[in-house]
């Protein structure tokens, strides 16, 4: 089934210090993952992808690592600032398909 | 990047009545488009898969009599919830993927969608 979840786990960060969010992935034959970033109100926005014949890339600021033996993602944010608080989901694609489940989220709260 | 656009932003209905939401893409042609469905605190849940021209593709759990999905054009999909109840309530979502990229999705901003 989908994901769901009866609420969301929390990672509080002072700002200028290193963020990293983990995920979970279902499917050992999913070949494309991304990140995405939600604020309160508005729909997901893309952060960064990486494909499953990688294990890391690199973006402006934002790092993702791939594990696939232990089906486990991770977003590493660099020198968090308060606009980087939202909500960060990291989506999974089974091979072949366009269809795309999310993981449950995690809320990251920036301290000043 | 490519822009996909969803209308109304929020609505409210009365309990009842049928809402339609709009999700269109305005900068590149979509295949393929999704519905998802958030509660508060929550993950996004995909409801169904609508290819342009054909029949959408729903998920298990997910009425097909409830929520009506149309993907008349490859810049348009639409939503329609029939018969709305208060447990309808909740953030619907679309996504859209095509031509523009590498399989990455491109979401609209979402409707909040309140029935009373």
């Known amino acids: 089934g989908e994901s769901v979840g009866l609420h969301l786990p929390t990672l509080s960060v002072q700002e200028g210090d290193n963020s990293i969010i983990n995920c979970a992935y279902s499917?050992?034959?999913?070949?494309?993952f991304i990140w995405y970033k939600q604020e309160s109100g508005k729909g997901p926005q893309f952060i960064i992808d990486i494909r499953s014949n990688m294990d890391k890339r690199q973006g402006q600021r934002v790092t993702v690592l791939l594990n696939k033996t232990v089906k486990h993602l991770s977003l590493q944010i660099a020198a968090t600032q308060p606009g980087d608080s939202a909500v960060y989901f990291c989506?999974?694609?089974?091979?072949?398909?366009?269809?795309?489940?999310f993981g449950t989220g995690t809320r990251l709260k920036v301290l000043a | 990047g490519a822009v996909v656009s969803q209308h109304p932003s929020w609505v409210i209905c009365k309990s009842g009545t049928s809402v339609k939401i709009e999700c269109r893409s305005l900068?590149?042609?979509?295949?393929?488009m999704f519905w998802y469905r958030q509660f508060p605190k929550q993950s996004l849940m995909l409801m169904a898969t609508s290819n342009e021209g054909s029949k959408a593709t729903y998920e298990q759990g997910v009425e097909k009599d409830k929520f009506l999905i149309n993907h008349a054009s490859l810049t348009l999909s639409t939503l329609t919830v029939t018969s709305a109840h208060p447990e309808d309530s909740s953030f619907y979502i679309c996504s859209a993927t095509g031509l523009a990229g590498p399989g990455e999705l491109f979401f609209g901003e979402g409707s909040r969608l309140t029935v009373l």
């Open positions: 900068d590149f042609q979509a295949t393929t």
């Open positions: 989506a999974e694609r089974s091979s072949g398909t366009y269809k795309y489940i």
């Open positions: 499917n050992s034959a999913s070949d494309y």
